[in-house]
């Protein structure tokens, strides 16, 4: 299957301050990308979609202002969680979708943990 | 849009074959069913989808039922790294769209424990 690149995989940060996490397409052009979030113990929660070139659709509840989504190629994709607080603390998943796969794939994901 | 019921658990013998049941009951007729993966701590992972035949690929084969209303997930010889939560997922057609922005929605899922 196509392959999808997330980094970092970890990445622990101080209250208050902002942290990116990147997703890339390796082998093909992500026209559509999704971010998710996974509480311990539960599913993936669907954040965003973003379509490259366009302004991410949130899902009712993320805050846009606080969860800034750039999909400003067709084989990246960013999230910033900015002035991150411990409740932010949470396993973060990309997933991408184009070249002609009906199917999308899933990045490793980033364990953020905000101390 | 077409809801998914899952048995919350499962266990299955080393070797033998895993059989996952989907319920998607109120799926429409152009909705396709998936089937992702989640191993513990990683991202998921595709799996198989169909809209009516069955499918099968180097991971699994699908089997749906002529009703569409359910369908069945077979791993034909399951190994200890099989072990993971199984989503069946009906993505609602309407969003569906020349850019393929079709929305992955994730239940809980089924539980599969995979016992040597």
């Known amino acids: 299957g196509a392959v999808v690149s997330q980094h970092p995989s970890r990445v622990i940060c101080k209250s208050g301050t902002s942290v990116k996490i990147e997703c890339r397409s390796l082998?093909?052009?992500?026209?559509?990308m999704f971010w998710y979030r996974q509480f311990p113990k539960q599913s993936l929660m669907l954040m965003a979609t973003s379509n490259e070139g366009s302004k991410a659709t949130y899902e009712q509840g993320v805050e846009k202002d606080k969860f800034l989504i750039n999909h400003a190629s067709l084989t990246l994709s960013t999230l910033t969680v900015t002035s991150a607080h411990p409740e932010d603390s949470s396993f973060y998943i990309c997933s991408a979708r184009g070249g002609g796969n009906a199917e999308a794939f899933f990045g490793q994901g980033t364990r953020l943990t905000v101390v | 849009d077409a809801k998914t019921t899952q048995p919350p658990s499962m266990d299955c013998a080393e070797g033998r074959a895993a059989n996952l049941p989907c319920n998607h009951s109120t799926i429409s007729g152009n909705e396709y069913v998936y089937w992702y993966r989640q191993i513990h701590s990683q991202g998921p992972q595709y799996i198989i989808h169909g809209l009516k035949n069955n499918e099968t690929n180097e991971m699994a084969s699908l089997i749906i039922t002529e009703d569409r209303k359910s369908s069945t997930l077979i791993l034909p010889h399951a190994t200890l790294r099989d072990t993971a939560v199984y989503y069946c997922?009906?993505?609602?057609?309407?969003?569906?769209?020349?850019?393929?922005?079709?929305?992955?929605?994730f239940g809980k899922g089924t539980k599969l424990s995979v016992i040597p």
């Open positions: 997922i009906v993505p609602p057609r309407k969003t569906y769209s020349g850019a393929g922005s079709y929305q992955l929605t």
């Open positions: 082998d093909f052009q992500a026209t559509t």
